[in-house]
Every structure is written in C-alpha cells, then in structure tokens.
C-alpha cells in the first residue's frame, strides 16, 4: 500500500506541483511590492515540462526574452504609440534582431510577448514593466527549484520498462525465427518475419528515445547518482539489444537466400533451428539473471562454425554483407532514374 502511495505521488508529480509553486510564486511576488502578481504563476505554469533539464531551459529563455523584450519596448514605445502598426513594427524590429543573432525561437516568442503587453499596459499601469521583469525571474526560480528538491522528475523507469519489453519481444522473434527457419524459409513466413523486424525496429526506436530522455531527466537531478548508475547499466543493455537485433536481422537475410539457392537442406533447417531456439533462451537469462541457471549460456557456447568452414567464415560474412549493400545502393539509383 505505501509503494502504491509512493508511485501514486510520483506519477501525479505535475499535478500537485504546479499548484504549489504558482501559489509560493505568487506570494513571494506581493511580499516583493508586485502589482501583477499574476505574471510570476504564469512563468510557473509555463515552465514546469517533464524533465528538470526542459524546465531549466525554457524558464532561462523566459526571462532572457522577457527582459529583452520589456527593454526594447520601453525604449522604443514612447516614439512610435499604441496601434496595430507600432505594434507589428516592434514585432518585425524583433524578430529581425532575433534572425541575425540567431536567437532560439523560444526567445523570440518570449520577446515577443513581452513587447506586446508592455505596449498595451504601459501607459495604464506605469509599473508593469518593473513588475514583469522580476515576477517573470521570481516564477522562474520558483519552478526549476520545485523541479528540482520536491521529487524531481526522471524517466529512468519508464526507460527500464521499455528496454525489457523490447527484450521479451526480440526473444519471441529469435523463436519465431527458429520456427520459419525449421519449416523451410517460406516466402510468405519471410513477408512475416520482415513484418516483425519493422514492428521490432519501433520498439527499438521507442526504448532508444526514452533512455534519451532519462538521460536529460537526470543532467540536473540532484542526489541522483544511483539513478545514474542504473542508467548507465541501461545504456549498456540496450546497446547489446541493438547489436543483437541488427545481427538477427542479418541472419533473416541470409537464410532468406540460402533458401533460394535451393542448398538449403532439412538437416541445416533443422541444426539451425535449434541455434535459434538456443540463443532465445540465452537472451531470456541474461534478460532475468536471477532465474538463471547457466544451461544456455553453456549451450549457446557450442555455436560455432565447423572447422572445414573455419577459414571462409569470415570472407563469406565480408561478401554477404558487401552484397547486400551493393543491392541496396544499387535499387536506390534505379528508383531515383524511375
């Protein structure tokens, strides 16, 4: 129940946060002498994304384009009025210094925003400028300092789950593998088998982006090291997995031409099927260490190439490859004449 509680707190984090620091901003703005108090929530809301890192970034180019833009305004607004055309002309002026120091646009559209209401409340409330400047920096503060001590946001399990379940399925399509192999390579079982090396490369792209993100979770996370060195073991575990994909992917290729050479005998299907199967349960163990009890891994050991094949093996790995990508570039330049 307490883990549960736990988890529940954590996974609701943007929920409760947001609120907390718009209130804590908003005060510390009146305590401050702010007569828009309102603009220091607003940062808040604004600057509170999923990882420590995003919030850190935009609440700095919020106030960067913030006092920009209040700056520029209040320098130019007394010569040129409030209309449409004063403003679009301080827009355009902005965005073309913007263009030539070659801004981020997040600065652009914070300059923006703040030429566009200094313009409108600046002859109504003299002090909006002051007031947004420093409610803008105070909201700012507030948020990446919430982010930062009050359970700060990290992606690393669902980086875990990800990995793992990417894991379980390249396991499933080894045995798959295993199967298609055993039965003969049939064309239509390889339309399959290439249908779930797509559906696999997606899982793959999924896991790879969330470790990513894990990664920039965790770039301003304080007391994370432990968190750290869990996604480093990640990293590494994922890295097999793609090697590990790219070769199986490999091996569908080959057995895909072995089988149209018409070589490809009952006894070879069936020895590798077997290797297949073998190497499955390899992955399985080091998928669940705990559970295992070494016999695939002692196995998986015997994998090798005969002897008479063991001077050629690596020639014929070289031309199988150097094959396929001569037959890939040279598909590409005849779509590309079509």
Known sequence: MKNKMIAFIYQSAVVWKIPLAAALSWQIAE????????????????????????????????VLGTIAGVLFTAWIAPYVGLNAWSIALLLFAAGLVAKLLKLDHAILIQVALSILFVMYFQNKMPTYSFDRIRDTVIG????V??????????SVATAKDKIMHFADRLIQLFNLAASWVEN????????????????????????????????????????????????NQLKKQLDKLRLGYANLTDMIRVFTKWSASGS???????????????????VKEWRSPAASDL?????????KAPSHLANNQFRLALYTNAEQIVQDFHNEVLNSEL
Request: proline share 5%; with cysteine.
């Open 184 to 231: 003969g390579c049939s064309p239509d079982g390889d339309r399959g088998m290439q249908a779930e090396l797509q559906t696999l490369f997606q899982k793959l792209h999924q896991a790879t982006i969330e470790t990513e993100k894990a990664d920039q979770s965790l770039i301003h996370h304080p007391f994370a090291r432990k968190k750290r060195n869990t996604l």
């Open 145 to 154: 300092v919430i982010q930062m001590i009050l359970l700060p946001p990290d």
């Open 140 to 143: 700012a503060v507030v948020a």
């Open 295 to 303: 016999g695939a891994r002692v196995s998986a050991l015997g994998i």
């Open 264 to 282: 490809f005998t009952i006894e070879d299907q069936r020895n590798w099927s077997g290797h297949l199967n073998m190497i499955a349960e390899l």
């Open 31 to 62: 305590w401050a002498g702010s007569k828009h108090p309102y603009l220091a929530p607003l940062t808040v809301i604004l600057s509170i994304h999923a990882t420590v890192n995003e919030s850190l970034q935009f609440a700095w180019q919020r």
